[in-house]
């Protein structure tokens, strides 16, 4: 990323800009009032005048910031109304046919597991067929794409497509699934359809970084349209998606998400849900005294358990999930009928749910929203046997049975639904754990309400007035707390404020929070990492809190040291060597083999080229034409030879093609191996990949192959011949000769792009600096250099081996066992010296009469 | 910053921790529970062995951030608390003064204009003789601390004094000034002072980064503690201060923040002032219908004019700086009576804001706290006359004026704080601006509220419930949408939820936070940026809101070209040259003059230790004696001598004395020419500076001085000649002989400390990339190099030069006419390509017989 100076198409931007400026500029504006003032007559007439302005207006404004992000704002509000009401259709359908059905248990029992399990069935298949890359969460391919990576095919209109028609079926089910990070995604997928096809209208949308600002913007408008929660989406997004964040950007997050929560909100009213703008899960606590200091341990306990709790289901949700894939047996025959195990699944959870079955004992029947609305209650539940303050019972009366307490209810829920939870987030839908992670917390919190409330009835406050407990306060404290444990965020204590519209108990929610993930980061990673690590993403794990033996490991310590390298006075067949034995996806170029002094580094598919160029059969006829008719007139100079050459190659080779349409999606599946992905094909595949690689620019002329293929010996040389018939007067025999004079030549690197600046690091970084200069820039790979000279290289992969400190495979050694007692002062100093001096000595060499035998660089100095 | 490899004291912290931690162990940890049964007769012996153990894990868990960050939590609490009551206090004392002599109206003048007058000459008074760097805000200064770069004398106990002093008698006075920045500022101290603390229990607090960290979450606890706003003060910290945050920081910030406000809270409740922990400005708005839809247009107005205000808030309080700089006339005499301004100032404003004066018309005798209240209060004053609802009136009376109505008490309220705020803040005394523009953001709003509750008295919505306007709402939206334009920050709307503990009104605030931040964004720098431009501080500015022109700025049009540099190969007499003929902070390393390849960058500091080492009188009396005694038994070797000088100069240089103290305060003042202050000295100043410079280690050796002033010609020679009198054998002709002979020697970089990897750009690197790259890495300097040869060099300097747009001066020119039509690519690789051909070429001519005469570099190869 760093240092290659992709073109910067904010100039074209701005030239686009200005023509249109100048072409709105070409109406004749100041008759703009005479022309008003004629149209005045009628109404229409002047509307469409007013179209046609605001239509020029527009379009001139396309390319700017606000314009996407108010475009992004309003239909990913729009997306999530209309889910929203197609859910709540879904759902309302499920209960209209329980309830119709109420005569007959059984056909009530059908009715309630068959419903969802067709829906959740028509989900995952529709899912599998149209776009895999939808299932999921989501948010951990957007921390990875954000992070720099290419993901392609996870932003596309199909994956779009699917991903809401999938998320619709499958929250339609009532199945404990979340939305929150599908949100994330389609706001992104979102954000890039946006972006290519407001491209149409000009150039302003191919900026690479740009789209990776607006990216970061539709992350925060996800969390916020999905829970109307503009500050909290932002934060949320920012930890979620974020190492480094860019406080520039800040605002593009805050717009975007505030327009989107607004319109979403919006709809609502129009829709007549509500009144007026206001909070999602309103809730209704007393303003004068919301808590006593004294139940603030409650509060902190909430907080601690809730992080052993989040931990034990990201725990959980890998467990089962890594289960899945070892259990052979299983996955074989789940591999076959890939609908079995969603449909398995839900079965079981439906079946759990039933309401005059087990359900019954669990709120079985309330939807996620209703069970929301009911945890987060005004009033206290443990008295309502006793107490007849209460008006009306409503949906409330789910979590009464009359033969049980709200106790078990509540004990039973939370461990019932954690499993189903854990267990339900890994059905192959578009689905998130957010939201049933959040209701858990909220019962779990309510339970310690109601236990607290149970236990001091008159409050513990023992002045003049009696401030009784607040159940309700403790599942916000609750939800914020679980959420937060799970995710890794300090951002839900702000949800939670936006989501019930009520910010009293600040301090109770981030004391819960704050200890919450205190407990939780220090035992497993969040959610998203570990999914990450499951689905084995190309990612830069984080340093751990405070980890200090970290920072002593070096660079030195992890990088590979025998790296593949090209050289400036190297020759054809170098090159070749060096493409066979190596998979980089970026050769070092050093100044020679003795001195190392690296001068940038060169794509792997520019090597390709420049060896294709050297065995091209233009250049061929052309050395055969000079060798039968030396006496021709129209001799060609060797010079304008190498310009044809260099033209040629400069216009056609692929990389470059690739290298102009960032956002163009190709249809790449995400490689199964991280970090070392060969960008067109690997040498593993025999000559015809090679072919693709090396011939993509003359696929006219099939005798090519071969300048690809001989390396790979006779047969596949014969197999060539008998595929190509011969096309140049030059018999095979010859060609090989004339190949292996042609490999003998030094390379012309005039032609070829070099990246002037591959970032450098020096032996002696600290692991520490290495991971934030990573992060930071966005790297995948460094050179390690001493004093200039080219030493070794650190790429992702050795990086993520460091941090995670499961070290194997080549080369690559970590931490020696004496690291932490090095002395660094020392060591550093000395090998500094060491390489300085080398170098120095190396110079000194030059001015001393020549006594000893020839040194390293000498032999580039005798003449030949 | 980058590159440059310092030390880890992270392997330190962690050696010390587990040794802390194995003599915890030694301690017989399984003799406990006996230990306790013996002791449980005594209960204070009991408490002995519980403080004991204690002790012993606090000390051992020093080191560990979290003890770090309640520590601060707790310490900024307790001041925060002392200063709140101190101020609280003194307000009191002024309110019983003038209470008190309410039979003479001039007593009461006299009483209400001498007490703040005294309070504010005190406080200016006692800040410019104690610590003049607590004057201010301390905002822009963290703002550049963070940034990097070092201004130590801005983290001292003397100026957490001057400042928290300072502060409380201000604040005392009853001006319109704030407490904010100024709290930022005293908590980044607090920690710095904190870290120096504990650091005496082990060197766990001696890593720069961890510093810089600590500092963020510092400013974060500072208007936590400020404002009892955690949420909002971690993200106004990070707005304000960062520009590339790191997530992975967050959580000291929340986690300090919290700890700190809940602390203040609770001292609060402690003292009976509070029965629980609430808001700081706790409202009372109802909560069913906070306000209507058709609303949103009037608080998109107050966000929008509150937009064009802050700007012009900016712009005044810049002018008038400005004004009292440019007059010459003031000016001499304000400096030269450094107390008159304050005290001129102070009397102006409280003679306005006399109540039985000009007061009266805008509530002059409510203090900063009350006028919020009352501004935020439940009820609709423009109804005050005609409706009897109210039961009580209390302090609202001061807004209520029997011969006008409450609109005119407003208006003239805004206008006249408005100024006065402006003023005020100039003044010399610690102060920040948020809160007065807090205030006056919140009379705006309530002057909208109130108009529009007179215009729609029954409220907008038509429906069957009456839902009247709450002017108090738009009063909280006016206060959040005027101090976020001022700041330029949009966390000012979740500071607004947190001080009023309701959070129902937020798509109103944050609809016009959004609006006011755009437009004041647009039209004015930040009131932080621009006390930075003011102060000339090195900061670098930010890119504006999608300026798309910038990105079309190349390195290659801002660096400098005729860099100063050093070479591998290079006499001593070149260095010489180089330190007199450049100002550089660290010089780049260059292979040789022909190929400039770039091997690192050398510290000036360095440079002069070499030239020292090498003009040495121990190396002279060496020489000496070896000439003298060529026939000694002891006849030292040359590489002992070299060994001799190199293990003494890589002992004590005071570069690398002062780089392993990195907190140490030096009395040394802000640089007023930003970016290039030398680091010890420059050349201008004659042979003295120079002689600290070069002598430092040596300093018992007078003669020495010498090599230092003999490039300044004879008269100082002589001088010195007189002042030192001779102490070695050699003659000055001799010694001038000798050091001659010394200079022509070739340079031995063995000794000297080479950062191997400094920062390289490229040509074509756009000003975009480069800022971006500056301000991630925090980098004051970075090379430009093309394929590894030193072309050009970026400093801060010219970067911000090249972002305002304002170029004068040496050799940068910026923005060439036609740069917004040049074709980047095929200049691009047009540049590139003829730069390799230089070097391929170079290196071909190493294997073509030499016909040319001898190129660049093969001046190295010749034997000499």
Known sequence: MYGRYTQDLGTFAKDEAARLRLQEGDTPQPRHPSELLEYTQGRCGLCRVCALQCQRFLISKVGEDWVFLILLGLVMALVSWAMDFAIATCLQAQKWMYGGLDTNVLLQYMAWVTYPTVL?????????????????????EMKTILRGVVLKEYLTLKTFVAKVIGLTCALGSGMPLGKEGPFVHIASMCAALLSRFLSLFGGFYENEARNIEMLAAACAVGVGCCFAAPIGGVLFSIEVTSTFFAVRNYWRGFFAATFSAFIFRVLAVWNKDEETITALFKTRFRLDFPFDLQELPAFAVIGIASGFGGALFVYLNRKIVQFMRRQKAINRFLMKKRLLFPALVTLIISTLTFPPGFGQFMAGQLTQKDTLVTLFDNQTWAKQGINDEFEYLGILEAWLHPRSNVFVTLVVFILMKFWMSALATTIPVPCGAFMPVFVIGAAFGRLVGESMAAWFPDGIHTDSNIYRIVPGGYAVVGAAALSGAVTHTVSTAVIVFELTGQISHILPVMIAVILANAVAQSLQPSLYDSIIRIKKLPYLPELGWGHHEKYNVRVEDIMVRDIHYVTLNCKYRDLQQVLHSTKMKNLPLVESAESMILLGSIERAQVGALLNTQLSPQRRLLALRQKVMPEDGHRLSDSSIRFQISTETSSGTPARAALRKPLKPALKRVPSSPADSPPAGSTDHTGIALKSLFCANAATEPTEVRACVRRKGGPLLALVGRLYPLACPMAPPQILEWEEQQLDQLVDFSSAKIDPAPFQLVEHTSLHKTHTIFSL????????????????????????????????????????????????TASTSEADTTALHQLWDRHQHHHMPREAGPGGDEDDDTPK
Not at 127 to 139: F, K, R
Request: charged share 15%.
């Open 120 to 140: 959740i069935t028509f989900s995952a298949g529709f899912t599998q067929i149209l776009a895999p890359q939808a299932v999921g969460s989501g948010i951990p």
């Open 777 to 824: 820039l966005g790297l995948d790979h460094a050179f390690v250099t001493s004093i200039g000279r080219l030493v070794g290289m650190v790429s992702l992969k050795e990086l993520r081996k460091a941090i995670e400190g499961s070290l194997t495979g080549k080369g690559v050694k970590v931490r020696p066992p004496l690291a932490s007692f090095r002395d660094s």
